[in-house]
């Protein structure tokens, strides 16, 4: 184990506890705790205008459910043309913050994957990850979004949102006509982006002290194109930090010499026209090339986390 620093004593402890408590409940358990954790170390990390985190004891409170959130569709979003693969409305799941976490928020982009084409984006359609037709009307809030203080110290009291993902590109095309192939589609993933985060200021993001933005996988990829535009939604005097976790995707060639990740992003970013997002990305590269982290990364003022295992089991299978 490499030394610890003072900061995270005090979590490695918690930990601990908390594992002998709950005994074998499975790795991936322990390891949205661990990311939780992880996340908990950076975002209290004190940064330029941040102060000092406080030294909080923590009770152990019996073992509980989780708690059931619901599904909000997001008012007006269709006039404003936000809408998910088949036209629907976007929706996320909104656990209001109390205490002292009535002015934090932390946000939680969805993630899986990316439709490449006009048939897998129509078997998406029919799925949770192209309309809200089909999203849970109810989730399950666990790990980084639980309100159970023994399970999620540092963020149980914050408002808490898991924003839905259906629009096929990362919460990142925009692309004016609806296309047609015998039924409609739309992409109009920035629109979404732009749709809940006005809703979200209007229920108190506006006014957030603290503010966190992450996101797994796909939506972790969403979290490095977002994080700077979160930023300037918020009060100067706010910190906002982001966290993308499992999303830095490699634009490597396999060992074919093909670069499979490359070619599955070209076909997105020219599906969805992502490369208007992207206005730093030079002329010369192909459209996919500007939609890997490598390239989103480098124009990030924001304080970002990376979170990413060395062998990530999904990337492994692509190369
Ligand atoms: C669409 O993409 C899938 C993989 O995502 C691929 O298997 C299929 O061949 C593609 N279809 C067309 C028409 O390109």
Redesign the pocket.
């Known amino acids: 184990m490499p030394p610890l620093t003072s900061a995270a004593a005090p979590a490695t402890h918690r930990l601990r506890l908390w594992y002998r408590r709950l005994g074998r409940r499975g790795a991936a358990g322990v390891a949205a705790f661990a990311a939780a954790l992880l996340a908990a170390a950076f975002f209290l990390t004190p940064s330029r205008d941040a102060t000092a985190p406080s030294t909080t004891s923590y009770p152990s409170y019996g073992h509980r459910l989780p708690t059931l959130v619901d599904l909000t569709l997001v008012d007006g979003a269709k006039e404003k043309g936000a809408v998910c693969l088949d036209g629907t409305p976007p929706g996320y799941h909104w656990l209001p913050g109390f205490g002292e976490g009535s002015d934090k928020w932390l946000l939680h982009l969805e993630g899986g994957s990316w439709c ?2 006009l ?2 984006c129509g078997q998406r359609k029919k799925t949770n990850l192209g309309s809200s037709d089909y999203m849970e009307r109810q989730v399950e809030f666990v790990g980084i979004l639980s309100d159970d203080e023994l399970q999620n110290p540092d963020f149980y009291n914050w408002n808490k949102v898991k924003v839905m993902y259906c629009d096929g590109a990362s919460f990142s095309g925009n692309v004016e006509a609806e296309f047609q192939d015998g039924t409609s589609f739309f992409f109009r993933g920035q629109r979404i982006w732009e749709a809940v985060m006005d809703d979200l200021l209007s229920k108190g993001l506006s006014r957030a002290k603290e503010a966190f933005l992450t996101g797994c996988s796909a939506g972790g990829l969403s979290t490095y194109i977002h994080c700077d535009d979160f930023r300037a939604l918020l009060p100067k005097a706010s910190t906002v930090k982001c966290l993308a976790d499992g999303g830095f995707f490699l634009d490597v060639e396999d060992i074919s010499g093909r670069r499979y990740m490359r070619s599955f992003y070209n076909d997105v970013a020219r599906l969805q026209d992502v490369r208007k997002k992207f206005p730093h990305c030079r002329s010369d590269m192909e459209p996919g090339q500007c939609f890997f982290p490598r390239e989103v990364a480098k124009g990030i003022s924001t304080p970002m986390f990376i979170l990413n295992p060395a062998y990530d089991v999904w990337q492994i299978g692509y190369h």
Do not use: E, H, I, P
């Open positions: 490449r084409n048939t897998v």
